[in-house]
């Protein structure tokens, strides 16, 4: 996932960018896929995720978390997600989403404000 409001690398002699306010805001911390997050809930209901799993150890059945990419973090790396997720876009410039089906099929998603130039809040 990228965010279009990433910013250009300082160059030699600007100022270094200011971190959000968004991380101090929300209390994030840095995502080691990229960007900043932080787990807002987790259900006390967990599920087996069987025995394929690289990580065998029982999930919980539903967690929330809040996610920001940043100008200085403005990617958030492929992943391979084990179970439903459901992204809400709340604030700030639209991210780019690639996904992969279990079977090899790409979908591109914009997630973004701008609904009616084919972005989903």
Not at 29 to 34: A, D, I, L, R, Y
Not at 48 to 71: K, V
Not at 111 to 120: Q, Y
């Amino acid at each position: 996932m990228t965010s279009d409001r990433s910013a250009a690398p300082s160059g030699a002699g600007e100022a270094p960018e200011a971190p959000s306010p968004w991380i101090a805001l929300l209390d994030l911390e840095p995502n080691m896929e990229g960007g900043f997050y932080r787990q807002t809930f987790a259900s006390s209901t967990a599920v087996d995720t069987g025995p394929t799993s690289s990580d065998p150890r029982p999930r919980p059945l539903l967690t929330t978390i809040y996610y920001l990419l940043t100008a200085s973090s403005p990617v958030g790396h492929l992943h391979r997600n084990r179970s439903d997720i459901t992204h809400f876009h709340h604030h700030g410039g639209p991210a780019h989403y690639t996904l992969v089906s279990p079977d090899g099929e790409l979908l591109e998603v914009v997630v973004g404000a701008a609904w009616r130039s084919g972005e989903v809040v």
